[in-house]
């Protein structure tokens, strides 16, 4: 019965972090299709929204690459290998390594949620949106990284990166926090070994 009652535990801490997941997923969509219903695509953007100056703006571009636009000159046969295909192939690694490790924390789990919800929000623009992944949030950087304005993400940019350096952020913890106990474990086996040697 204890065996049970903790594979049902397991069980709802691989389920639980897919509410994550999917409203990324949901959120990332409402907000993209919002955007496209309600402002015009143009070259350049316009400008639908801005706040504290100039700092932030709410604006309608595509992306037919990846991060930094990287990618989106490539043909069409490749764009679809390396944006679609290796995506789902990725998507699909980190679904079973997810479901079937037992290494990860509950928090590492929500992480990878939250990538895995990111990742599927924009893989499905780049299979029903040929021009390419909507992306407007707009935000000035004042020169760091020696650009005056942060390439302009979307929902499921920001819960990959979120999530992701918070997923990085777990593990280097864990792994300080191991070393913490092998050290402390060999400080307290030491006196026990100099007796046993005596």
Known sequence: MGTQVRHRASRREKLMPGILMAGVLVIDQLTKLLVVMRIEYTRPPQIAFEAFGDFFRIIHTRNLGIAFSIGRSLPDAWRSVLFVLLPLLVMAGLGVYYWRTREL?????????????????????????????????????????GMERWPT???????????GILFMVSIIIEDVRRQRRSASDKTLSAPAEKERAE
């Open 105 to 145: 924390s509950p928090l590492q789990r929500w992480c990878l949620a939250g990538v895995m919800g990111g990742g599927l929000g924009n893989l499905v623009d780049r299979i029903f949106r040929p021009e390419g992944v909507v992306d407007f949030l707009d935000v000035r950087i004042y020169g760091l990284f």
């Open 153 to 163: 993400f979307n929902v499921a940019d920001a819960a990959v990166v979120v999530a």
